[in-house]
């Protein structure tokens, strides 16, 4: 993997975590939102290709880093609550 493709992920997880963020409102900064999105975009991409579904482009990837966040968000606030 290369730089521009390490600071593509980077940039589509800020942008999945911020999304995520929003829908399941959450506050935090850039950092949290990239780490979130992009473990997002890991649990999404795991739990869709377990269900056999394929996301193609940078709007698909967003879905599905998007749906995973909200995921981690989810789980996250069950154990420490």
């Known amino acids: 993997m290369d730089w521009v493709n390490i600071l ?7 942008i999945s975590g911020w999304i995520a963020g929003g829908i399941m409102r959450t506050s935090g900064g850039f ?6 999105g992009i473990v997002g975009g890991f649990v999404g991409g795991f739990i869709f290709n377990l269900l056999g579904i394929s996301f193609g482009g940078v709007l ?3 879905v599905a880093s998007v749906i995973g966040a909200c995921i981690v968000i989810f789980v996250a606030r069950l154990i420490f609550k």
């Not at 593509?8 to 800020?14: F, L, N, R």
Request: hydrophobic share 60%.
């Open 8 to 14: 593509v992920s980077i940039i589509i997880g800020a």
């Open 31 to 36: 950092i949290k939102h990239a780490i979130l």
């Open 60 to 62: 698909g990837t967003i």
